[in-house]
Structure formats: C-alpha cells, structure tokens
Nanobody, 127 residues
Framework: QAQLVESGGGSVQAGGSLKLSCTSS????????MAWFRQAPGKAREGVAT????????NYADSVQGRFTIYKDSADNTVHLQMNSLKPEDTAIYYC????????????????????WGPGTQVTVSS
C-alpha cells in the first residue's frame, strides 16, 4: 500500500507564501495523477491543483489560478504546491492525493479519481 505524507503547512499572514511538499512511498504506477485538495470547516473537499507526472499537464481551481503552482521535483519525485499571495479563505487542511493514470489523461480535480491520500497538513492564513 502506497503512503503519502504532506509537509510544509503552517500559519502565515495574508499575502504571504508557503510551500507544501508531498512525498510518497510504495508503487502507484508508471504515470500518476498527483493532486492537492483542501478542506475548510463546513465546506466540501476541494481539488486545488493536479499534475500528470507523465505528460506534465496541470489543472488548477479558479480560486488559486495565478497564485498557486504545482510541480514535481525531478530529482526526488516530491510534488510541491507553492502558494503565494495567500488569502484567509485559503485556510484549510491540505491533502496530497494520488492515483494511477496514463499519459493521455488529464488529472481531474474530483476526489473520486484518487485512491491514495496523505493525512493532511494545516494551512492557516490570518487577515
């Protein structure tokens, strides 16, 4: 069973930045969808950003477009979420997720696609 773990969460003031990281152990697939989700109190889990590790296609939620960047470190395969210009509404638990996919697929932001999940890391943005 593959395991994912997030790191990099914390507390920051509005306008600040954080970088989240996701490391994995165990085999998922040759080509993998890696995604970041978040869940704020009283809200449904939201797909924030995805990357297909084969074709490197990206998918961002409108709410984070232009502020967040998902990328994979080719040296160690860690997947990161660079979050800039943070807003209080970004406050949530952020989860890394993964699923086996293929080179010709887009990685959607629906949670149904993902069957591997990390335990989450808290991001708090104060105004």
């Amino acid at each position: 069973q593959a395991q994912l773990v997030e790191s990099g969460g914390g507390s920051v003031q509005a306008g600040g930045s954080l970088k989240l990281s996701c490391t994995s152990s165990g085999y998922i697939g040759i080509t993998v969808c890696m995604a970041w989700f978040r869940q704020a109190p009283g809200k449904a889990r939201e797909g924030v950003a995805t990357i297909n590790t084969g074709n490197l296609r990206l998918n961002y939620a409108d709410s984070v477009q232009g502020r967040f960047t998902i990328y994979k470190d080719s040296a160690d395969n860690t997947v990161h979420l660079q979050m800039n210009s943070l807003k209080p509404e970004d406050t949530a638990i952020y989860y890394c997720a993964a699923a086996k996919t293929s080179w010709d697929r887009d990685c959607d932001r629906g949670e149904y696609e993902y069957n591997y999940w990390g335990p989450g890391t808290q991001v708090t943005v104060s105004s």
